[in-house]
């Protein structure tokens, strides 16, 4: 699973030895081999819901289709479908379908089964170099550097302790498991307390896999940031009404992936996040993930389910 490596952004200096890997590459990616194609996977962190979380499925469906191809292809796509819950109670087998290898791209269908039945099905897409000098991209925001910020786990130790938060608030804040979770968040701009009922659609904040992964096998990387592109993304959809509603159901449907240009997902990168539209009991979010140096590294779609209780609550913080 190696391929060209991503150019140093100033972080690669000091990086810690083997034994300080991160556990996403040592255990939550870390696939056990059962037949050709046929590969089982372990569950690290379940969400408070007690459900598989999805970027763990995504990332591991992305570890077993690379499995099936040569070391000298890039990941370029994924587009999956989360169709029953999982489990995490019980292990995943993840059955791999060579589709097509073709001499540019090759596409690997991938079924992860729990109980006999399928909870996931995605299609990956892998491409040969190939080099054009037709390029452009979006400018990446300007923002705050990571250094400058602090991480989530003491944004919300400061709201727990400021006075004035409502309790419901409260057992909310306390229930977001951030430390639980393998990777490093620190928000971009996070609102004051008093302007939280007011938030538009949209988040930024920098991420990272906790611990080392290394330079070279950037496929690795991708399924990093498959892993790390589930988390928190679909919360996009809900900022704005999340505290006049209170949301009793919220789960992906369907998630997309497009890989653009190399980068280490255990550097901080910028996660972009957006959500254009929300109705139906849907709601559709849109994120760019960026390199420090400004390169656009990946781009990500999902759309889910956000089912909220009928009634409309008026009180204030």
């Known amino acids: 699973m190696s391929s060209p490596q991503a150019p140093e952004d100033g972080q690669g200096s000091g990086d810690p030895p083997g034994d300080l890997r991160s556990v996403l590459v040592t255990s939550v990616l870390n696939l056990e081999p059962l037949d050709e194609d046929l590969f089982r996977g372990r569950n690290y962190w379940a969400p408070t819901t007690r459900r598989l979380f999805g970027g763990q499925i995504v990332g591991q469906a992305l570890v077993a289709a690379a499995k099936s191809v040569s070391e000298d292809v890039h990941m370029h796509s994924l ?5 029953r819950e999982g489990d995490p109670k019980v292990p995943v087998l993840y059955q791999v379908e060579r589709t097509r290898t073709g001499a540019s791209f090759s596409v690997r269908s991938v079924k992860a ?8 099905i995605c299609q990956v897409s892998f491409q040969q170099a190939q080099p054009s000098p037709m390029q452009h991209q979006f400018s990446m925001p300007t923002v705050p550097p990571p250094e400058e910020l602090l991480d989530s786990e ?10 004035n938060l409502q309790e419901k608030y409260r057992v909310g804040l306390n229930r977001i498991p951030a430390r639980e979770v393998p990777i490093e968040i620190k928000p971009v701009n996070p609102p004051p307390l008093n302007q939280l009922q007011s938030m538009e659609p949209k988040q930024m904040f920098w991420v990272r896999a906790r611990g ?8 690795m990387h991708c399924c990093v940031a498959a892993y790390i592109s589930d988390y928190a993304f679909l919360g996009t959809a ?14 992906s449907l369907d998630h997309s992936m497009w890989f653009h ?3 280490r997902a255990d550097h901080w990168m ?7 539209w929300a109705g139906g009991s849907r709601g559709l979010v849109q994120g760019r993930l960026w390199r420090r140096d400004g390169v656009l590294a990946v781009s990500c779609a999902q759309e889910g389910v956000i089912r909220v209780n009928p009634r409309v609550s008026k009180s204030k913080l």
């Open 79 to 83: 587009h999956c479908y989360f169709v």
């Open 113 to 120: 089964v729990q109980h006999g039945k399928a909870i996931f």
């Open 154 to 163: 003491t944004l919300i130790d400061q709201y727990l302790r400021d006075p």
């Open 212 to 219: 080392y992964i290394g330079e070279g096998d950037i496929k």
């Open 238 to 251: 809900a900022l704005p009404h999340r505290w006049q509603h209170k949301v009793r159901f919220m789960v």
């Open 261 to 263: 240009a190399p980068f």
């Open 270 to 276: 910028l996660y972009e996040c957006e959500s254009p």
